[in-house]
Each structure stands twice: as structure tokens, then as C-alpha cells.
């Protein structure tokens, strides 16, 4: 058997794959806790209450403004939360700062007038961003979105520090194990 079909049997597939799988979930569950935590805080900044503003900012500029390994190793050493849940809750807080500032933006992109219609209307507060503003926020916020999703999935990488076997922690482990091609385990990495 050449070295390049044994660097790709079965056992080192499966094996990849399951780092993948892993990123992936890692990557939708902190990105559907994200929007939900960012969309609340950005809504938060956006507020009129002081308090309510002053939190917010003060989440938004500690996460924006601390390395994200610094929050996987505060959830995991600090917090002592098991490996998944410490690097979903760490990619959660980081992101969910900068989904705030995305959503901040989208709203703001939304006409003054828009409010004003809905108030006139009749709509309460919650109606007003669910039915009126948030609609029209969306196709604003989607490219930033979506970069920051594809951020978030690159930056499951930095879950190894914590062992979590996502993608690139597995690829190296094959090229460890099969201690040839590294090139080739990468570049599938990367295509995939």
C-alpha cells in the first residue's frame, strides 16, 4: 500500500471526520447562543435605560478587547466546566460581543421613521423589533453575520489548548500518527 492510501484508510477518515463533526457542533451551538446573547445585549446598548447601557458596553469592550484563548482557558480552569461546554460557553461570550455590534448596526441602519410608524400604530416595544425593525435590519447584518460565523468556525482550532478533538487537533494527530504527508492531511483540512 502506497504511504498516500495509507495515510487515507478508513480508520484515519473516520477519525478526521469526527474532528469535523465536532467543530461543527461546537461552531451552531455557539452561534445560535451568540445571536440570541448578542441580540439581547445589543438591544440592551440601544436602550434607554443608563444601567442597561452601561452593562452592555462594558460586556461588549471586556470581549472585544481580551484574547478569545483567554476565555477558553477562563471556562474551562476557572469556571471547571467539562471541555465541550467550557470552549461552547468562551466562543459564546466572544462572539456574542460581536454579534451586539453587529445587530447595533443593523438596527441603526433602519429608519428613525420606521419607530415612529410603529408607535403610531399602536405596536409595543417588543412587537416594533420583532415585526417591523429586525426585518428590515436582517439583509443589513447578514454579510457581517456571515463572516463572523466563518470566523467562529476557524477559531475552533484554539479548543485544543483545552483537548478537544476538533478538526485541526485531529488532523494533527494523524499526521502524528502516520508521520508521513503532513502537507496532504493539511491541505484536506483545509478544503474541508
Known amino acids: 500500500m502506497s504511504d498516500i492510501a495509507a495515510l487515507f484508510t478508513w480508520v484515519n477518515m473516520r477519525f478526521l471526520l469526527q474532528g469535523l463533526g465536532m467543530t461543527l ?3 451552531a451551538l455557539a452561534i445560535l447562543c451568540s445571536v440570541v446573547l448578542g441580540t439581547v445585549i445589543s438591544v440592551m446598548r440601544t436602550s434607554n435605560a443608563r444601567v442597561l447601557r452601561g452593562i452592555a458596553t462594558v460586556y461588549i469592550e471586556i470581549f472585544k ?13 476557572v469556571a471547571q466546566l467539562p471541555p465541550i461546554g467550557a470552549a461552547v460557553l468562551a466562543f459564546t461570550l466572544f462572539t456574542s460581543a460581536s454579534v451586539a455590534e453587529i445587530v447595533r448596526g443593523g438596527l441603526a441602519s433602519v429608519p428613525h421613521g420606521q419607530y ?5 400604530q399602536g405596536f409595543s416595544t417588543v412587537q416594533t423589533y420583532v415585526l417591523i425593525i429586525l426585518p428590515q435590519a436582517l439583509p443589513m447584518m447578514l ?3 456571515l463572516n463572523q460565523w466563518i470566523s467562529l468556525i476557524k477559531d475552533t482550532s484554539l479548543a485544543y489548548v483545552i483537548g478537544v ?17 503532513p502537507t496532504e492531511i493539511f491541505l484536506f483540512v483545509a478544503v474541508v
Do not use: C, D, K, Y
Open 25 to 27: 457542533l461546537i461552531s
Open 65 to 77: 478587547n481580551t484574547p478569545l484563548l483567554l476565555w477558553i482557558m477562563f471556562t474551562f480552569f
Open 116 to 120: 415612529e410608524a410603529a408607535r403610531s
Open 143 to 145: 454579510p457581517s453575520f
Open 165 to 181: 478533538g476538533e478538526l485541526s487537533f485531529v488532523a494533527t494527530q494523524v499526521s502524528n500518527r502516520v508521520m508521513v504527508h
